[in-house]
């Protein structure tokens, strides 16, 4: 009878082990009632919390045998990394690349991510804007997968006040904008500021695609050793030197995270600083501070050549699935929900609290056809920057590459107009920097 029970109790380990690996991969935990569970986990930024919460609620509704469980924190990559160690991992995360932190670009380097291709296929292959799963951002090993999901979109390009111009007809041409920048030195203002170096990066990205076209572009985020060797790569860099001495002597100084970024975002609503790279987000940033006589204007870089093409670097965010996750069934129907009309209007209608605990309007939007229809007022006049004619997206981000000790790949591109601006480094030592830093990545691309 013992050796009976001994056999039955290690019959029944073994099923029960069978059972929780296929767990794995048919749907997750279970929860009283037999519902699937699904684990959520989101940065709670500039759009609040309520956006995670409605998204769970409606998700639910849809989906009666699924239990989404939140998890929303302002530090999620530091609550994450020591459970994963423990062998927890969620399910969906919205954790975008170019955080400080690096925890997602570290997660791609580790291949932790899970391809989610089939999920951008049929209906929402076709309801999906076009790029916006086809590059370098999205499918960052370059081998036609995708491993994360485009969501929240905004374009970047040159802030203003539009009430500065008549009909709103601010400089179409890097000619007309650097006389426009000499007229403005005359009376001691500046044609130029940016919140900190980092918010160069879509600046850098559309002036690549402007100076050398698709084939350029996409050869430079592959780190190509060329690219800043040729007429296109050197025509970006004077570009940027001259714009250097068109910039507001106190950026520099201001330029960190400490909240003197939003001295030179003032600088431009005060007039000392006429245009500045950023996205839509600085309008509610800044609300407060932004008298009623300012009009905020939203154009493309300025264009080579009269007529040519005007680029603007459309910046988005991400959601992934870890391979590490238990139910990658309801995490790729998860993320497919995130793109239907009931989550699309939900995301329109979000708000979120203020400073001082005030709920107010925080619409945010998906990378969806048709959603400029669903805009009005200011949110309309920027998503509306496409339709303008000879004005272009620009996608995608730099290349993954394998760690690589001792380099600031921020720092060493865009970090160093800092250095440019205020004298202690050259152009050409910057285009030194950028050989060495591109030769560098190019040996680590993964």
């Not at 929240?152 to 006040?161: A, H, I």
């Not at 650097?178 to 030195?185: A, E, P, R, S, T």
């Not at 939900?346 to 005030?358: I, Q, R, T, V, Y």
Request: glycine share 10%; net charge negative.
């Amino acid at each position: 009878m013992k050796k009976l029970l001994c056999m039955s109790l290690v019959a029944l380990m073994a099923a029960t082990t069978l059972v929780g690996c296929g767990s794995k991969t048919t749907g997750g935990d279970k929860v009283e009632g037999e519902k699937r569970v699904l684990k959520v986990a989101a940065f709670e930024g500039g759009n609040g919390a309520e956006i995670w919460k409605n998204l769970e609620k409606a998700f639910e509704e849809e989906n009666k045998d699924v239990d989404v469980q939140l998890q929303l924190s302002s530090k999620l990559d530091e609550e994450l990394r020591p459970q994963m160690l423990d062998g927890e991992y969620p399910d969906v995360v919205y954790y975008n690349i170019g955080q400080k932190s690096g925890f997602t670009e570290t997660m791609i380097k580790e291949n932790a991510l899970l391809d989610i291709s089939d999920v951008f296929t049929g209906e929402l292959k076709d309801k999906l804007a076009d790029g916006f799963a086809e590059n370098a951002i999205t499918q960052p090993y370059g081998d036609g997968k995708t491993y994360l999901a485009p969501i929240f979109y905004s374009p970047t390009g040159l802030w203003y006040d539009a009430s500065k111009f008549e009909n709103g007809k601010a400089p179409a041409t890097w000619d007309e904008m650097w006389k426009y920048g000499d007229k403005l030195k005359a009376e001691g203002k500046a044609l130029f500021t940016y919140p900190q170096s980092g918010y160069l990066d879509g600046t850098l990205f559309a002036l690549l695609y402007q100076a050398g076209g698709d084939d350029y572009y996409k050869k430079a985020l592959e780190y190509d050793a060329n690219t800043w060797n040729s007429k296109e790569g050197q025509l970006v860099i004077d570009t940027i030197a001259k714009l250097a001495t068109y910039t507001w002597d106190a950026t520099v100084s201001n330029a960190n995270s400490d909240g003197g970024f939003k001295k030179n975002q003032q600088a431009v609503i005060d007039g000392q600083a006429a245009f500045m790279p950023n996205g839509n987000w600085v309008v509610g940033e800044m609300a407060e501070s932004t008298p009623e006589n300012f009009k905020w204007g939203f154009m493309p870089l300025p264009a080579y050549e009269e007529g040519g093409k005007r680029y603007a670097y459309t910046f988005f965010e991400q959601a992934w699935v870890p391979k590490d996750g238990k139910n990658h069934d309801d995490a790729k129907e998860f993320i497919k929900f995130l793109y239907s009309d009931k989550a699309v209007d939900l995301m329109l209608a979000n708000k979120a609290p203020n400073k001082d605990g005030e709920m107010v309007a925080t619409p945010v939007v998906q990378p969806v056809k048709g959603i400029v229809d669903k805009l009005d007022g200011d949110m309309k006049l920027f998503y509306s920057i496409y339709e303008q004619e000879g004005v272009l997206p620009a996608l995608g981000n730099w290349a993954t590459t394998d760690v690589i000790e001792g380099l600031d790949f921020k720092k060493a591109v865009y970090g160093a107009v800092d250095s440019v601006i205020n004298g202690s480094m050259t152009a050409d030592q910057w285009k030194a920097q950028l050989n060495d830093t591109f030769a560098k990545c190019k040996a680590a691309l993964k």
